[in-house]
């Protein structure tokens, strides 16, 4: 099968790569390296020494005899991926190309009008290159849990059935979206849903989970593989970053109360869920939601766990709970569906103490590269202006169960 | 109340903007005369001679004795628009100021782009503007009951109170829009919502039906405040190009069966429900949704009403049925609340035989400037590449009843 993945470079694009290469597929990326941008725009870096995409392709080369080809350019430019999709000829698109950091869309009117705009426009191109140059490539898109926000009913995959004045009718499920990223990723699955509607596209909607962990099977065969680690306020999504807190002897930074409930998976189910997608494609013309994640958790209950981890390795771990930056129910009902990619055999790697044990030996082996500067949150949702470099409004944090957020 | 119309130079906006004039509002408006380059795009014009902007403005001046000021420039130019919003404080402001055609969105992957581009940065742009220089200001925004679809449960205001599994939650009504433009509007409709959340804006988004007309009490003190009325496939509004038809001998185009039902109302009451919403603003922070329809009717009925008013100017007017150039059922239950905007004081005016009688006239009287040309559709919802000079699906008509869609 011909994989194409769209930001093959990145923190989820790079894994899946591999491991899809790995299982025997025909892969490409496609990547214009935006993602190594925004570190430098915002003076931060993964914490992992991550090599260049070319020595990455060699090395991958090397050890496993399986060549993945390259193209580097933007989605959002039309030309460019046309002539890749009629070079390459892609069964499947895997779409990971799209600015992913909720805080980095809320920096300022800029940013949030270019992550809804390159996100937006990279999905339409990416519609029309299918419908026009490959009609029957299914495109696996990654959305996000965040779309559904936290209503006080269950969460369904994509769709729930209403009964409502004696009709009945099965319908998308209500969005509620928390920030100018994850409101891009709504309106994403809204143009997608279209498009399968009008041109018979193939796609699937996978509303992921926050992921944790960094390393896979094909990653931890060789140190030039290696994956991003992001642990800053702007990319490093809650657990990676409460590990590298911990290993560095940083409070761990919950925002709030920090009864904030996700949905979370490790980065190895990440990999397998869009091979189990991209292996049982959807009919012409059907789009398709799976919720992929494994487990619910609150922040709190998180930095908990790491809190517990840090003191069998003998570091002091403690918990300061920050006013929230984010405008959301610090305590709210949660539970969200997702049986849909179990059912096509997803076996889950569950949240464990060795997996916890794993990512903060990763983060102490790095510790050297930590810029603590980067933990504390700059970017408050109630501010058009954010300035990085100085706020001073999340300098003192506050004390556990303080009531701090307006929500 | 100082009063901003956004698009103020359109065929909703002109009206909206001389009617709060007439009311005593301090209004200015805002256009960067988009509207009227599509016609230049498009080799189309309205069939009534409108003014310039300018001309316009004087001649009502000189009637009523009130200045309307106008500021010329596009709102996706930020800078443009907070210097207006810093200049004229604007206690409301009415947004039409998008691309508001179904047709236009479709032609091709540019216009698809470019409709949810200028949409969505447009209306990101106002809250931006509203929350850094009027943070008091209510937005009113026009959305479209496009933005529901045809569910097959009753259509409410907004949002709909679902049970499901023992839990309840009132939450957005699911959008199934029917084109790129009709997702623009879903895509504001999540990012107004979410900023009145976040910032404490107020804002009314009204979803309006298909709006029919052209004449309002202001409009026909003069004829340099002449209105809008379009009837080419990509802007004219059903019965607008209905009326157009039967005045010049042409078949009335009903798009397959003609069994597509929507709320349709009179330009009069599209004025009349924005002072509704201006003067009865919400609370800050509160996203309220309006439907701004006072009928429903089915395509075919419409022309059918056409055609029953043709025969009374001795006009011999034909229906056809044409192979439906969009992707939609043809035949569908709907039934859509609006009961807010009634429950503020509207009074509706039905479409009554007089109003067909003053379209038709209106029709005959300008009639040498139809181009008959432009009555076919040529934009094709399931191609990617509508050359509108030639397309040949469209030439030849069905006869009524045929089945003629895949949807």
Known sequence: M??????????????????????????????????????H???????????????RLRAWERLSGKAIKAFVGDVTNYTFLTDVATEFEPDVIVHFAEQRAA???????????????????????????????????????????GEYGTPNIDIEE?????????????????????????????HDSHNIAFCCKIWGIRATDLNQGVVYGTVTHEIEQDETLINRFDYDEVFGTALNRFCAQAAVGHPLTVYGKGGQTRGFLDIRDT??????????????????VFNQFTEQFSVLQLAQMVQ????????????????????????H?????????????????????????????????????????LFLPRVDWRNTRNDRKSNPTYA????????VSAD
Chains 1, 2 share one sequence.
């Open 2 to 39: 011909n994989i194409l993945v769209l930001g093959g470079d990145g923190y989820c694009g790079w894994p899946t790569a591999l491991y899809l290469s790995q299982r025997g597929h025909n892969v490409a990326v496609v990547d214009n390296f935006s993602r190594r941008l925004w570190d």
């Open 158 to 186: 994509g769709f729930i059935r209403i009964v409502h004045n004696g009709r009945e009718d099965l319908l998308p499920f209500p969005k509620q979206p928390g920030s100018f990223y994850h409101l891009s990723k709504v």
């Open 103 to 145: 805080p980095y869309s809320m920096i300022d009117r800029e940013h949030a009008v270019f992550t809804q705009m390159n996100n937006v426009v990279g999905t339409l191109n990416v519609l029309f290159a299918i419908k026009e140059i490959q009609p029957s490539c299914h495109l696996v898109k990654l959305g996000t849990m």
């Open 333 to 373: 009902y949660y539970n969200a569906k997702h049986t849909k990619l179990v059912d096509l055999g997803l076996e889950p790697h569950l949240l464990s103490e060795s997996l916890l044990d794993s990512l903060v030996n990763i983060a102490v082996r790095y510790q050297d590269r930590v810029d603590q500067s």
């Open 308 to 331: 517990a981890t840090g003191k069998k390795f003998g570091l002091n771990v403690s918990i300061e709970h920050l006013p929230d930056p984010r405008v959301e129910a610090e305590d």
């Open 396 to 403: 003192k944090a506050t004390t556990a169960g303080e009531r």
């Open 271 to 288: 990999v397998r869920c869009i091979e189990l997608a991209c292996l049982n494609p959807p009919a012409r013309g059907e789009y398709r």
């Open 41 to 55: 725009e915002l003076g931060a870096q993964t914490l992992t020494p991550i090599r260049s995409l070319p020595e």
